[in-house]
């Protein structure tokens, strides 16, 4: 597939810094047709004292056609693209990426007990110390650090 990217974009996939999504087919269209240039972009997060980035793709509307590139991004959904315009389109991606950021400086502990009283006050377990049990289980099964 052409697409055109920056010379940053290109460092970073070629020091591993970042991987290519899968692009749903209309984006992917509108990658080939130049309507959308990809970029790296970083996201940041301060737990604290501690903080931490990462490094995504970042897609940018661009050329004549930028407005296809746009409505490609939003599912076709032209309300989305006026309210959004051209830093809008990025913070979705920066905004799913924080959260992993901020639980990667607060550390496994902080997770589950925030976890565990969720669930209690919930009504999903009775007590913490049961919660905690089945939270502290569930990140085993899927390997998470606990």
């Known amino acids: 597939m052409a697409q055109k990217t920056t010379e940053a ?14 692009w749903p087919e209309a984006i992917a269209k ?10 790296v972009g970083t996201v940041k997060a301060t737990m604290g004292s501690k903080s931490a980035s990462a ?4 897609t940018i509307p661009s050329g004549p056609e930028w407005l296809a ?3 490609a991004l939003q599912d076709g959904d032209a309300e989305k693209v006026s309210g959004l315009f051209w830093y809008g ?7 799913n990426k924080r959260p992993a950021l901020i639980a990667q400086l607060e550390g496994p502990q902080k997770i589950i007990d925030r976890t ?7 009504g999903l377990y009775d007590t913490l110390a049961e919660a905690t049990e ?3 289980e569930g990140r085993r099964k899927k390997g998470l650090p606990v």
């Open 9 to 22: 974009l290109d460092k970073a996939l070629a020091e591993k810094e970042v991987t290519m999504p899968d």
């Open 69 to 71: 590139g746009a409505l």
């Open 55 to 58: 490094m995504y793709v970042k």
């Open 116 to 122: 565990a009283k969720d669930l209690v006050a919930a």
């Open 89 to 95: 389109f990025d913070l979705g991606v920066r905004n």
């Open 30 to 39: 509108a990658i080939e047709a130049e309507q959308i240039v990809l970029d």
């Open 134 to 136: 089945a939270v502290v």
